[in-house]
């Protein structure tokens, strides 16, 4: 016979506040992203640009790994805020080190060259997986 226990939401509240802040933090992100990089992303995939859909798609993924990793490990919502900027900035730092690296790279994006949009998304998803490995407590 199943049970039910009364406690089962107590930590609803907890995980409101996490999931709210996580997802304001995470729109922060690609908000400041859509900022640094020079193409307009967003009008870019609204007219049907497949690489800039790649390109943001793979950041997003790049901050969301270690973001998760940093939720998981936070002490508080100040921790995971503050964790969250080390994040952002690492992602922001990926993207530039890209940038310079590849000369061209957002007329490339706003051409529709999937190539490098695919390779400027695995980089910020390996950026990511690193930050998050290296995220230790």
């Avoid at 900022?35 to 969301?64: C, D, K, M, Y």
């Avoid at 919502?77 to 590849?102: F, H, K, P």
Wanted: glycine fraction near 6%; proline fraction near 3%.
């Amino acid at each position: 016979m199943l049970t039910l226990k009364s406690n089962y939401l107590e930590t609803l509240p907890s995980f409101l506040a996490y999931f709210g802040s996580a997802v304001a933090l995470t729109a922060l992100f690609v908000f400041i992203y859509t900022l640094v990089t020079p193409h307009r992303e967003w009008a870019l995939i609204r007219a049907g640009n497949t690489a800039a859909a790649i390109s943001l798609s793979g950041a997003a993924v790049g901050f969301a790994i270690p973001f998760a990793s940093v939720i998981v490990h936070s002490l508080n919502l100040i921790d995971m805020a503050i964790w969250a900027l080390v994040v952002l900035v690492v992602q922001i730092a990926a993207y530039l080190v890209t940038r310079a690296m590849v000369p061209g790279l957002s007329g490339k994006i706003e051409a529709g060259d999937t190539a490098h949009a695919t390779a400027l998304a695995g980089i910020a998803v390996t950026a990511g997986i690193l930050n998050a490995a290296c995220m230790t407590y």
